[in-house]
Antibody
Framework: QVQLVESGGALVKPGGSLRLSCAAS????????MSWIRQAPGKGLEWISY????????IYADSVKGRFTVSRDNANDSFFLQMNSLSGDDTAVYYC????????????WGQGTPVTVSS | DIVLTQSPDSLAVSLGERATISCKSS????????????LVWYQQKPGQPPKVLIS???TRNSGVPDRFSGSGSGTDFTLTISSLEAEDVAIYYC?????????FGQGTKVEIK
């Protein structure tokens, strides 16, 4: 069955950096787009980035553009989010999700990894 | 960006009664090339990630009970739970995948009265 397991969430100071990872299994990872979606405490869902199956296309929400970088390693069924210049607004649970493409929905989600930005 | 507005923000329904959630889009998510509405409904239970209930506005996902149904087209959509069960307590989100950035409604919390 499809499994997505995020890791790397932590408490980080404002201005700091963090790298999240997502390990995928149970499907042909290299055939799928992947996305990161976040949920601030007690708030709704915000899509923040997707990467195409080959890694050639990377798209970001305006809220993270220029600060976050998405990447993937198809040889190891892994997906990453490098987050720089973090602020309190970035405090959230970060989910990786299998993405049916830019005109598709997120059909499987991981359990999420929490990121807290605080001094 | 497409803004999705759900109503109500929360509702309390007796077990066995109907729950109805509205999702209104700031622009149409209907694509005439394939006659499909690019809208999905998710269910999120406490401490869990969202789970797909309905895609293409009205197509129930495999394994989803038939008490869940989706309807609507263009800019106005509805999720209906025909007979609420205790396990349906959750937050429900609509989500459009018509255009980037793909956006979500703010969520509707369903509780037992």
């Amino acid at each position: 069955q499809v499994q997505l397991v995020e890791s790397g969430g932590a408490l980080v100071k404002p201005g700091g950096s963090l790298r999240l990872s997502c390990a995928a299994s149970g499907f042909s990872f290299s055939d799928y787009y992947m996305s990161w979606i976040r949920q601030a405490p007690g708030k709704g869902l915000e899509w923040i980035s997707y990467i195409s199956s080959t890694g050639t296309t990377k798209i970001y929400a305006d809220s993270v553009k220029g600060r976050f970088t998405v990447s993937r390693d198809n040889a190891n069924d892994s997906f990453f989010l490098q987050m720089n210049s973090l602020s309190g607004d970035d405090t959230a649970v970060y989910y990786c999700a299998r993405d049916r493409g830019p005109r598709g929905w997120f059909d499987y989600w991981g359990q999420g990894t929490p990121v807290t930005v605080s001094s | 960006d497409i803004v999705l507005t759900q109503s109500p923000d929360s509702l309390a329904v007796s077990l066995g009664e109907r729950a109805t959630i509205s999702c209104k889009s700031s622009q149409s998510v209907f694509h005439s090339s394939n006659n499909k509405n690019y809208l999905v409904w998710y269910q999120q239970k406490p401490g869990q990630p969202p789970k797909v209930l309905i895609s293409w506005a009205s197509t129930r996902n495999s394994g989803v009970p038939d008490r869940f149904s989706g309807s609507g087209s263009g800019t106005d959509f509805t999720l209906t739970i025909s007979s609420l069960e205790a396990e349906d307590v959750a937050i429900y989100y609509c989500h459009q995948y018509y255009t980037t950035p793909r956006t979500f409604g703010q969520g509707t919390k369903v509780e037992i009265k």
